[in-house]
């Protein structure tokens, strides 16, 4: 198995940045790429971004693109997230999981693990 452990979500004004990251732990030769996610208050879970933990290539909503940014860092097994210009729409909890898909995948079924998600609150 895979843990994921994210961090840094918080509360910030419209216009403002945070950095959420995603600390991974266990089988994580398994995990081909990594994906962010939020979801809102009632809404459904939407896919963010994604990054292959080999090459670094990376996927963007169009929502989140110009403004957010996915890295990670191999040797310490861990996902970034920067938020930058946020936006009220912006608040959701955030979630980090893990897929073996080597594909492009935005479907949430496709990643096998998740973990407990951080909450952002964007202020106006």
């Known amino acids: 198995q895979v843990q994921l452990v994210e961090s840094g979500g918080g509360l910030v004004q419209a216009g403002g940045s945070l950095r959420l990251s995603c600390a991974a732990s266990g089988r994580t030769f398994s995990s081909y790429a990594m994906g962010w996610f939020r979801q809102a208050p009632g809404k459904e879970r939407e896919f963010v971004a994604r990054?292959?933990?080999?090459?670094?290539?990376?996927y963007y909503a169009d929502s989140v693109k110009g403004r957010f940014t996915i890295s990670r860092d191999n040797a310490k097994n861990t996902v970034y997230l920067e938020l930058n210009s946020l936006k009220p729409e912006d608040t959701a909890v955030y979630y980090c999981a893990s897929t073996n898909e080597w594909t492009v995948t935005t479907t949430d079924s496709d990643y096998d693990y998740w973990g407990q998600g951080t909450q952002v609150t964007v202020s106006s």
């Open positions: 990054i292959s933990w080999s090459r670094g290539k990376t």
